[in-house]
């Protein structure tokens, strides 16, 4: 029904165009590699370690939050 409506008002062409050179755009992008990160380590909530020296050549990602913030009205 939604793709009735989208061909038969002429919204659908420019709909795949704008999709397709977004696609082409984005295919142009160069990939961004970060620097290596100096070895650290941190406890988590369950107080284990965490060591960035065994996860050398995998990515991972960060977050670091405060756990005991009051909650906002």
Do not use: W, Y
Request: hydrophobic share 45%.
């Amino acid at each position: 029904m939604f793709f009735r409506s989208l061909t038969q008002s002429g919204k659908f062409v420019p709909l795949v165009l704008i999709a397709l050179s977004g696609t082409l755009f984005l295919q142009t992008a160069t990939p961004v590699h970060a620097e290596e990160v100096r070895r650290f380590f941190i406890k988590n909530l369950d107080n284990e370690r965490f060591d960035t020296r065994n996860q050398k050549g995998s990515p991972f990602v960060m977050s670091f939050f405060f756990t005991t913030c009051i909650p906002l009205p």
